[in-house]
């Protein structure tokens, strides 16, 4: 406990560098402001089981509480006749829980999931915004915001995903590449460049024909092919810092390789490397909208912003699908070039304040 306690009252020290490059990033007014507004969006989001949800966020009947969000119960708890799932948009159950047994319903403030068909609209879908739908429905009659909701998180947590994994692969092929030189560095270049020449489209195509891709097939194809974008960048700094003097000062101290690339070399390396990353995200993102606008992504019916896009395309008499996919899309992108930029100028050594 005594060293837990040091640790903890123990003063964090930032380097003067750090330092430096914090002040810049915070100088960047947009770019600093749009990566709080991201976070909060993209935290929101990972709640948005709380926020449009067809299952009640608290129910309370006959004095008991019952969390639906949480957990399934059956009809049969509310006085119902059948054993299976509650559905509580049945008029019929709301009359049990909130007539016959006293009780009251919780709605979160969108009181739809993604997938959630609302059968009672005043018009054909895909509908108009309306007090219960406020950006309207899509052509099955889905809200439109929750899917808007949704379909940001799992497009953020795909482009994260992707981002990382690739950075971590073209990181390891670049320093490898980059730190021995000579034949390793050309055949590797060799390798990349044919690995370039494959057309990942027709790839996604054949395969998609074959089976039906989902988020984890979809995250596989793309990282076999996403990790080349870092792999130049990696290798052009361990190709300049390979025989700096404190480099060959640990070779003779007799560190091995793998500690001279992974603890001298690439924390250098990784300067140039962490200012690309939200540009990675931001293709990332824009990948699998892409895809999921073709019919090549995920599978039909997951909150996806392409499948939005391509609604308000099928739609042109329903402008609120195409608007709603596009402003959402926009800013994402929008705050993830801002963040990038700011970022940029964080580790550019060109940069000072006045």
């Known amino acids: 406990m005594a060293f837990i306690e040091t640790v903890l009252r123990r003063p964090v020290r930032i380097s003067p560098l750090n330092k430096r490059r914090l002040a810049n990033f915070r100088a960047n007014k947009r770019g600093y402001w749009s990566l709080w507004l991201f976070a909060v969006l993209f935290v929101v ?138 034949w390793t560095d050309l055949l590797f270049q060799r390798v990349i460049e044919i690995w370039n020449a494959i057309p990942v489209l027709y790839l996604i195509i054949i395969i998609a024909a074959v089976i039906e891709p989902n988020f984890w097939i979809l995250l596989g194809i793309l990282m076999l092919f996403s990790w080349v974008a870092l792999v130049g960048v990696v290798r052009a700094e361990f190709l300049r810092a390979r025989n700096f003097e404190y480099v060959n000062a640990a070779r003779a101290l007799g560190q091995s390789n793998l500690v001279i690339m992974f603890k001298h070399v690439l924390p250098n390396a990784m300067v140039a490397t962490l200012t690309f990353m939200p540009f990675i995200l931001n293709g990332s993102i824009t990948t699998l909208t892409s895809l999921d606008f073709l019919g090549f992504g995920l599978p039909p019916g997951s909150p996806s912003l392409g499948e939005l896009l391509a609604q308000g395309k099928a739609n042109l008499q329903a402008p609120w699908l195409g608007f709603a996919g596009f402003f959402t899309i926009a800013v994402m992108l929008s705050l993830l070039i801002f963040i990038g930029e700011a970022v940029r100028d964080a580790f550019d050594p060109r940069k000072t304040l006045s």
């Open 45 to 182: 989001s990972l709640f948005a089981e709380f926020i449009a949800n067809d299952q009640p966020l608290l129910v309370e009947y006959k004095g008991e509480y019952y969390f639906p969000v949480f957990q399934t119960y059956n009809e049969t708890e509310f006085g119902g006749f059948f054993p299976t799932a509650t559905d509580y948009r049945d008029p019929f159950v709301q009359e049990l829980i909130i007539e016959e047994g006293n009780g009251s319903i919780l709605w979160p403030a969108i009181p739809y999931s993604y997938n959630t068909i609302n059968r009672n609209l005043p018009v054909p879908a895909p509908a108009p915004p309306s007090a219960d739908n406020w950006l309207g429905t899509d052509d099955q009659g889905r809200d439109v915001v929750a899917r808007m909701i949704y379909g940001f998180r799992l497009s953020v947590l795909f482009g994260l995903t992707l981002t990382i994994l690739s950075s971590v692969i073209g990181v390891a092929a670049g320093a490898v590449q980059g730190y021995f030189g000579g």
